[in-house]
């Protein structure tokens, strides 16, 4: 499964959904789409495409490549190998094939503080570690391959 710029989109709306769906926040209809795409904007910084993988990946063969011009290794075992390291870094963060870039509860929380100090949203119910938690629950369990 690769992770694109869409499944960050749909996890966007679904947090926001899923929030206003259990009444824990309260958006105006009309403004609606205004915190899907802010939250999205946030998100995509915080959350790594196989595209920005493979991105970084290629960067990092390129300031080596001199020194691994070198060692006999064909460019594809080049590319495997820095990628299952760059992977490795940030693979106890990934959740259902979402690479974040930070822990879980630190993206719940950035969300959960976005949410309360965004102008779209009309009001927040639960208590700050309650948000979190739910957010928490919710980004573990979305599974963007069963998007369609």
Do not use: C, W
Request: charged share 25%.
């Amino acid at each position: 499964m690769q992770t694109k710029k869409d499944h960050i989109k749909a996890l966007a709306k679904a947090v926001v959904t899923r929030l206003e769906q259990d009444q824990a926040i309260v958006l105006n209809p009309r403004t609606r789409q205004i915190v899907y795409q802010d939250l999205f904007l946030k998100l995509e910084n915080m959350i790594m495409t196989d595209e920005d993988i493979r991105g970084k990946v290629i960067a990092q063969l390129g300031l080596k490549a001199e020194e691994l011009g070198e060692t006999g290794y064909t460019e594809n075992d080049q590319y495997r190998a820095a990628k299952s390291v760059l992977m490795a870094k940030h693979g106890e963060n990934a959740v259902a094939g979402m690479y974040y870039q930070m822990p879980v509860k630190t993206v719940a929380q950035q969300i959960g503080h976005f949410l309360m100090k965004h102008p779209q949203v009309e009001d927040v119910f639960p208590a700050d570690d309650e948000l979190e938690k739910s957010i928490v629950a919710f980004l573990k369990r979305f599974a963007p391959d069963q998007l369609h």
